[in-house]
Structure formats: structure tokens, C-alpha cells
């Protein structure tokens, strides 16, 4: 049984290799420990040089197109960052559970 468990964990790995670490690798060599799954509407926020403390850049990164829909909607955010249509909003969760802005 633990032949299995290993066997399977390493498939796995290797899946969780390819398939997350390696599209946020290449082409840009970006470190995966920067990169943050979304998934929905993109795959991957990328903080540039998080691991190093000091953050140059803030990516915004999808793996493949997924369609005529997937695609208009990463235009749409394009857009939106191109006309610098975004705001930075800090919220806490305070200890009876409402949510405050700051």
C-alpha cells in the first residue's frame, strides 16, 4: 500500500509540475513561488519578487486561451488596466465577523 501512495504522490508531483509551476517558469522565468492561482477569470496573479521582499511588478497571467468568451474576457481586463481603471482597498475582518474598510 505505501508503494502506491508514494507511486501516486510522485505522478502527482510531476502533474502539479507541469501543469502549474512550469507554465509561471517559462517563457518569463518567474519564480513559482510568486505566483498565486486564481484560476477564474485568470490562472495566476504573479508578485514579481515577493519571495525576495521587494515586489517590482504585479502579473496578471493566463495560461492558454479557452475560448471566444475566455478571450473577450481577458481583453476586458486588459482594458481595465491599460485605462488604469482599478483601486487598491484594504478590508478587515473584525472579531464579530462584519468586514470594515480602512
Given at each position: 500500500?505505501k508503494?502506491?501512495?508514494?507511486?501516486?504522490?510522485?505522478?502527482?508531483?510531476?502533474?502539479?509540475?507541469?501543469?502549474?509551476?512550469?507554465?509561471v517558469?517559462?517563457?518569463?522565468?518567474?519564480?513559482?513561488?510568486?505566483a498565486?492561482?486564481?484560476?477564474?477569470?485568470?490562472?495566476?496573479?504573479?508578485f514579481?519578487?515577493?519571495?525576495?521582499?521587494?515586489?517590482?511588478?504585479?502579473?496578471?497571467?493566463?495560461?492558454?486561451?479557452?475560448?471566444?468568451?475566455?478571450?473577450?474576457?481577458q481583453?476586458?481586463?486588459?482594458?481595465?488596466?491599460?485605462?488604469?481603471?482599478?483601486?487598491w482597498?484594504?478590508?478587515?475582518?473584525?472579531?464579530?465577523?462584519?468586514i470594515?474598510?480602512?
Amino acid at each position: 500500500m505505501k508503494l502506491f501512495i508514494i507511486r501516486n504522490l510522485e505522478i502527482f508531483e510531476e502533474e502539479l509540475e507541469s501543469q502549474i509551476v512550469s507554465p509561471v517558469r517559462k517563457p518569463h522565468n518567474l519564480n513559482p513561488d510568486d505566483a498565486k492561482v486564481i484560476f477564474h477569470p485568470i490562472d495566476y496573479v504573479v508578485f514579481d519578487g515577493m519571495k525576495k521582499e521587494s515586489i517590482k511588478n504585479i502579473i496578471l497571467l493566463d495560461r492558454q486561451e479557452k475560448g471566444t468568451d475566455h478571450r473577450a474576457l481577458q481583453r476586458s481586463i486588459e482594458k481595465v488596466v491599460e485605462h488604469e481603471n482599478y483601486e487598491w482597498q484594504t478590508l478587515r475582518v473584525q472579531e464579530d465577523g462584519k468586514i470594515k474598510a480602512e
